[in-house]
């Protein structure tokens, strides 16, 4: 089955303190891994994507095909960066590009 | 920068009425779809559409239907809303196997 598993509903860390979001997967063939993110009162935007290997905003994902995990890392959280973050995956190549969203993480981020 | 419109950003409708939620993007994107967002569930693909009048059913079609009559524009139609259908609703659209841009989303509720 393809699935998306994020097992922390809320993440709450000091500003400065590292970040970690979690994100497993289930998928039978190559899969594209994206995280997004929506701001308060904003639209639902891509942060990054595995094959592009960026860091935007501070924050880098490496795709372990071992674990079958995606997690988000930043170093040095700040309070602009509490919002929601969804993982999700397609498959690798795909026209249509459906995703597969998890479940979501909400990070807050306290001064 | 690619703008992808959604008719309304508040809807209150009454059980057994027909519903129209309408979608338009301005880059000549091939892909559209149609997701709703719960608290606890993430994102669940509806309907998605990869042509003009080409539409494929997602992981929750039940109690849904779609239409796209021009290439721009992808209406979700709920045929006689319920309250569980109470939600709020994204639209997205892409160019086969790239990033999806999301709409701001129309928060519906179902009386």
């Known amino acids: 089955a393809q699935r998306v598993t994020q097992p922390e509903k809320l993440l709450s860390v000091f500003k400065g303190a590292p970040v970690e979001l979690k994100c497993n997967y289930s998928y039978s063939g190559s899969p594209e891994l994206f995280w997004y993110v929506q701001y308060s009162r904003q639209r639902l935007q891509l942060l990054l994507r595995h094959i592009s290997r960026e860091s935007i905003k501070g924050f880098t994902a490496d795709l372990n095909k071992g674990e079958t995990s995606f997690h988000l890392k930043k170093p040095f959280a700040q309070e602009e960066d509490s919002a929601m973050y969804y993982c999700a995956l397609s498959g690798l190549g795909g026209a249509t590009n459906k995703l597969i969203f998890g479940t979501g993480t909400l990070l807050a981020v306290q001064p | 920068d690619v703008k992808v419109t959604q008719s309304s950003r508040y809807l209150v409708k009454r059980t057994g009425e027909k519903v129209f939620l309408e979608c338009v993007q301005d880059?000549?994107?091939?892909?559209m779809f149609w997701y709703r967002q719960d608290p606890g569930l993430g994102l669940r693909l509806i309907y998605f559409?990869?042509?003009?009048?080409?539409?494929e059913k997602g992981d929750i079609p039940e109690g849904y239907s779609v239409s796209r009559e021009k290439k721009e524009r992808f209406s979700l139609i709920l045929e006689s809303a319920s309250t569980n259908q109470t939600s709020m609703y994204l639209c997205?659209?892409?160019?086969?196997?790239?990033?999806?841009?999301f709409g701001p989303g129309t928060r519906l509720l179902v009386l």
């Open positions: 559409s990869y042509d003009v009048k080409m539409k």
């Open positions: 880059m000549d994107h091939e892909n």
């Open positions: 997205a659209s892409s160019t086969p196997g790239e990033t999806q841009y």
